[in-house]
């Protein structure tokens, strides 16, 4: 099983270089691994371009693409429709891999989920929030992938999530949206009747600096959500953002679906 793994970059110089070392590192092997820059103008290209031999030598397929874009999502975009992985992962400059074992752990139950007959579309972990260190770890479940999540609560981290290559092409990421892309594609998979399966293991080291965790773009995120609410689901959708609007409900909601998430 090929597994593609991602890097959308632009000006990440200072970060990029533990990202790729976080690729070097890891046990499995049989991976494509692709840069998508967006014509960064600092040394950013340079230093991917130095990991070349290194790749090589590990026998990773290494491709690195710089030229202008429309954003991060059409960068996405443009990785799922370049790359040729059975699955493929976004580990955006910055992020790197929970540990050495991720991608040999995630095939694994890939595998194991292909022999029982369950299939797997989708599989997502969970992640650690700005750190490896244990306080920081974001714990899903299995309740996590439905509709009550997507809309009252926050989205799985879409870098603790293997897709097969499939659904991204199929459903591309929408990039009329700037912040809210990634939540938007997981409701129409869960539309699609995409099979998701849950491994109880972290994947990732979210890099908290990324524009979506930046505080000028909050209020710009929670518009957007607003907005991809209604356009999916366009009766509940206003009843659903009236919910958000009121604190004591939106607490309300928030705590259901957590008692639902401890009962797992």
Known sequence: MKV?????????????AHTIESVLAQTYDNIEYWIIDGKSSDGTVALAESYCSAMEQKGITYHILSEPDGGIYDAMNKGAGMCSGDYVVFLNAG?????NYVIADTVKHIEKYAADGCGCDIIY?????????????VSYGHQVVNTAFMLLSNTICHQAIF???RYLIEHPFDITYKYVAD?????????????FQYMNRPVVIY???????????RSRLRSEVDRYIEQMYPVRGKFINAIKKNERLRAFARKTLKGKKDRQ
Request: glycine letters at 6%; proline letters at 0%; hydrophobic letters at 25%.
């Open 4 to 16: 593609s793994i991602i890097t959308v970059s632009y000006n990440s110089e200072k970060t990029i």
């Open 95 to 99: 992020d790197k891999f929970a540990d």
């Open 125 to 137: 972990g969970d992640y650690y929030d700005g750190t490896g260190e244990q306080e920081n770890l």
């Open 163 to 165: 897709s097969s290559r």
């Open 183 to 195: 939540r938007k594609w997981l409701s129409e998979c869960i539309k699609a009747h995409a099979v």
């Open 207 to 217: 890099d908290r600096t990324g524009m979506s965790t930046d505080m000028e773009n």
